[in-house]
Nanobody, 124 residues
Framework: QVQLVESGGGTVQAGGSLRLSCRGS????????VAWFLQAPGKEREFVAS????????RYSDSVKGRFTISRDNAKRTVYLQMDSLKPEDTAVYLC?????????????????WGQGTQVTVSS
């Protein structure tokens, strides 16, 4: 079992950057694939990026490819989402999710553990 806590959200102008962090509890965090999803008001949860337990494989949505980078430091039990060239349409609550398998999946139904989320607001 793992608990997840996100941090790093905030308000930034369009074109700016933010780095989100997702810290996991438990010594087995290095065996979990982790993903970031976003949820805007009135919309369904949307995939952003995912990484396998070792970080060797990553996957991105088309909307963030080339702008966002997912990485992890298993010694710190933390997964990061570096967000560059932010756009107003990136505004949402960002949630991290984890599951103990080896896939960089984009399906939220595959993940059993979720954090509470962190708000990202991009102003124009």
């Amino acid at each position: 079992q793992v608990q997840l806590v996100e941090s790093g959200g905030g308000t930034v102008q369009a074109g700016g950057s933010l780095r989100l962090s997702c810290r996991g509890s438990g010594h087995a965090f290095s065996r979990y694939s982790v993903a970031w999803f976003l949820q805007a008001p009135g919309k369904e949860r949307e995939f952003v990026a995912s990484t396998t337990p070792t970080g060797s494989t990553t996957r991105y949505s088309d909307s963030v490819k080339g702008r966002f980078t997912i990485s992890r430091d298993n010694a710190k039990r933390t997964v990061y989402l570096q967000m560059d060239s932010l756009k107003p349409e990136d505004t949402a609550v960002y949630l991290c999710a984890a599951q103990s398998f080896a896939y960089a999946t984009n399906n939220p139904e595959n993940f059993g553990y979720w954090g509470q989320g962190t708000q990202v607001t991009v102003s124009s």
